[in-house]
C-alpha cells in the first residue's frame, strides 16, 4: 500500500497537470513581482543576537493529527503570531490532506502587508509553475522537500524561487536525503524530525543531522510543543511550530520566546518513581516519571494509575521490562513519554513507538555510551545513568566532554550536588530517584529544593 507521502505527491502531480491546463507559465512568469522581503538575512540577525528564529504555521489538519483546527481564521491567527514575535508565519496550501488553499495565503500576506514578518509558503512543490504561484499568493519563501525532488530539479526550483526574491527552505528528514544533497548550494536546512512516511517524530534526529549542515541555518521541524522540547534542540537555529501553537494559542500569552524558551527554567528536571497523586497533579519538576519495572520498589500501582487522568508531562519508565510489557502498559493508560533503556529494547521497536522516547543508558564503558548512536535517529532524549539504575550510585566512568547528543544526567544526584552537571556541555538538566525519597517516598519538599537549586544554576555550563 502507498505511503502517505507517496499518496500526496501522486495527488500534487494531478494538481500540476490541472495548472498547467488552467494557466500558461509564460504568462505567470511575466506576471509575478519579486519578494522585498529578505529570508536569510532575516537568519543571520537571528543568529548575531543568538535569537531563535520562530516560523509559527497555520495548519488546519494533517494526516498524522486529522483536524487540528477547522474553523480557524488565518487573518486572526497570523496577526496573533506576528504579535507574538514570530520571525515568519507558514500557511498550508495543500487541500486534501492538510485542509489548506491559496486563499489562506492570500490572507495571511495581506495580514503582515507591512511588517517585517516573512510567509512560507508550505506545501509538496514539485513544478516551478507552483513556486510562481507561491510568490503571487504573497510567499516569500517556499519549501523544498528531498524526499520529492531529485537533486537537480531541487537545484531548479531553488534558483527559481531566489530569481523571484524569494528565501528556500530545504527539508530532509534522514541521511540518505542530506547526502543527496550536500553538494548543493543552499543557505538553510530544514530538519524534519517527522518521517513522512510514517508521521512519527524523534526530535535528536535534529540534533545528529545538524553536525553535518555545514555551516547552514538549521530549522528544526516537527514535534515541538512546549520549552520541555526546545531545550533538545541545542544545534537548532530556529524552529518550525505548528500543531501546537494551532491548539493552544491562547496559551501562549504575548511571546513565543518566553513560552518555547522559558527562560526562568535553565534546566530539566524529572522527578522519578513518583507515586502521590498529589505529586502528579502539582510538582514544580518538567517530567514526572512512573515507574513499570519489575525488578524496581518505586513500581507504580496499576489499580491507583487507573483512576487517575494521566498530565502530558507523565512519563512510562521501564527498565528489564519484555517489549510487550510495553506494549500493554502504553496500550492500557494513555502516556505520551516513554523511558527505556538501551539494550532492553531494539531500534525496531523504538521506531514502532508513537511516544516521545527518553533513552536511558548504564554507563559502564565507552561501549555503552558508543551503543547508542544505533538509537540516535529514532529517540528524543538521552538519559545518562549510573551501573545500577535506581540505587542511588552515581556514575563511574567518566562521560566525555564531546559526548554529541543533549541529555540528562541520572543517578545519585540530590539539591547537594548539582553543580555536577557544569562538566557537561550537552547536559539539559537531571533524572532523580532516590533524591527526591524521604522515608523511600518521593517527597514534595525535596523536590522543590531540586527545583530551586536547578534554577539557581545559571551560570554557562562548561
Not at 487541500?95 to 511588517?115: I, N, S, V
Not at 509553475?129 to 507561491?134: G, H, M, N
Not at 553538494?183 to 535534529?206: E, K, M, Y
Not at 518505586?298 to 510489557?325: C, H, I, K
Request: with cysteine; aromatic share 8%.
Amino acid at each position: 500500500m502507498p505511503s502517505i507521502l507517496d499518496q500526496i505527491v501522486t495527488q500534487k502531480k494531478l494538481e500540476i497537470r490541472e495548472l498547467y491546463q488552467q494557466l500558461d507559465l509564460e504568462t505567470l512568469r511575466r506576471k509575478t513581482q519579486p519578494s522585498g522581503k529578505h529570508f536569510y538575512r532575516a537568519l543571520a540577525a537571528a543568529r548575531a543576537q543568538e535569537q531563535p528564529f520562530f516560523i509559527a504555521e497555520f495548519k488546519r489538519k494533517s494526516p498524522s493529527e486529522g483536524w487540528i483546527n477547522q474553523n480557524a481564521d488565518p487573518t486572526e491567527q497570523v496577526r496573533h503570531y506576528a504579535r507574538a514575535g514570530a520571525a515568519a508565519v507558514s500557511v498550508l496550501t495543500d487541500t486534501p490532506f492538510f485542509g489548506g488553499a491559496y486563499a489562506d495565503l492570500r490572507q495571511a500576506a495581506q495580514a503582515l502587508e507591512g511588517l517585517p514578518t516573512l510567509l512560507l509558503q508550505k506545501d509538496f512543490v514539485l513544478d516551478p509553475i507552483q513556486v510562481y504561484l507561491a510568490r503571487q499568493n504573497g510567499a516569500d519563501i517556499v519549501l523544498l522537500i528531498s524526499a520529492i525532488l531529485s537533486p537537480a530539479r531541487l537545484q531548479e526550483l531553488r534558483q527559481t524561487a531566489e530569481s523571484l526574491g524569494m528565501g528556500v527552505l530545504v527539508e530532509v528528514h534522514d541521511q540518505a536525503e542530506l547526502d543527496r544533497i550536500q553538494h548543493l548550494d543552499f543557505p538553510v536546512l530544514g530538519i524534519n524530525s517527522r518521517d513522512l512516511n510514517t508521521f512519527r517524530t524523534a526530535l535528536n534526529r535534529v540534533n545528529r543531522l545538524a553536525r553535518q549542515a555545514g555551516g547552514r541555518f538549521v530549522i528544526a521541524e516537527s514535534g515541538i510543543h512546549d520549552y520541555r522540547d526546545a531545550q533538545m534542540l541545542r544545534r537548532a537555529d530556529g524552529f518550525l511550530i505548528g500543531t501546537s501553537l494551532m491548539r493552544r494559542l491562547p496559551e501562549l500569552g504575548a511571546s513565543l520566546a518566553t513560552y518555547f524558551q522559558a527562560p526562568s527554567k535553565p534546566l530539566l528536571f524529572k522527578a522519578c518513581g513518583i507515586r502521590s497523586t498529589a505529586l502528579l497533579q502539582d510538582s514544580p519538576a518538567d517530567y514526572l516519571g512512573i515507574n513499570f519495572s519489575p525488578v524496581s520498589r518505586r513500581r507504580a500501582d496499576p489499580g491507583w494509575l487507573s483512576t487517575m487522568v494521566l498530565p502530558p508531562n507523565a512519563v512510562a519508565v521501564f527498565y528489564q521490562n519484555s517489549e510487550q510489557e510495553i506494549r500493554d502498559t502504553l496500550a492500557r493508560f494513555p502516556f505520551r513519554i516513554v523511558q527505556l533503556y538501551a539494550g532492553d529494547v531494539s531500534v525496531d521497536f523504538v521506531r514502532s513507538l508513537r511516544q516521545k522516547v527518553f533513552l536511558a543508558c548504564r554507563v559502564h564503558s565507552q561501549a555503552h555510551l558508543d551503543a547508542l548512536e544505533a538509537y540516535a535517529d529514532d529517540v528524543d532524549l538521552f538519559i545518562l545513568d549510573g551501573a545500577v539504575p535506581g540505587s542511588g550510585q552515581r556514575i563511574t566512568y567518566p562521560i566525555p566532554a564531546d559526548f554529541p547528543y543533549p541529555f540528562l544526567l541520572a543517578g545519585g544526584l540530590d539539591a547537594t550536588n548539582l553543580d555536577a552537571l557544569r562538566a557537561f556541555k550537552q547536559c539539559l538538566g537531571v533524572d532523580i530517584a532516590s533524591g527526591i525519597e524521604q522515608d523511600r517516598m518521593p517527597d514534595a519538599g525535596k523536590i522543590q529544593a531540586i527545583a530551586q537549586g536547578l534554577s539557581a544554576l545559571s551560570a554557562p555550563l562548561v
